[in-house]
């Protein structure tokens, strides 16, 4: 299965999470943010009402991470800001 990503105007990354579940969810989570910080100034990650990001997150939380979270209406998305260490 292909993992997308697209450059949206403004250096924003889109990364689908939609098709995946625990643990493989989290897991490209982790793997699209860490090379995001590389490339771009966020990353914009689009999942399912009935998915389970409780992990996603609990991490978000943990490392002090400065986000969006729209889960009001669809698309539902989480944008984390990369912003430099």
């Given at each position: 299965?292909?993992?997308?990503?697209?450059?949206?105007?403004?250096?924003?990354?889109?990364?689908?999470?939609?098709?995946?579940?625990?643990?493989?969810?989290?897991?490209?989570?982790?793997?699209?943010?860490?090379?995001?910080?590389?490339?771009?100034?966020?990353?914009?990650?689009?999942?399912?009402?009935?998915?389970?990001?409780?992990?996603?997150?609990?991490?978000?939380?943990?490392?002090?991470?400065?986000?969006?979270?729209?889960?009001?209406?669809?698309?539902?998305?989480?944008?984390?800001?990369?912003l430099d260490?």
């Open positions: 299965m292909k993992l997308e990503l697209n450059k949206a105007p403004n250096r924003v990354i889109e990364c689908d999470l939609r098709p995946f579940q625990c643990p493989q969810l989290f897991v490209q989570f982790k793997w699209q943010l860490k090379q995001a910080k590389t490339q771009t100034k966020a990353v914009r990650f689009f999942y399912t009402k009935e998915q389970d990001l409780r992990d996603v997150m609990r991490y978000l939380s943990n490392q002090g991470v400065v986000f969006q979270h729209n889960q009001q209406s669809e698309p539902f998305f989480i944008q984390v800001e990369c260490d």
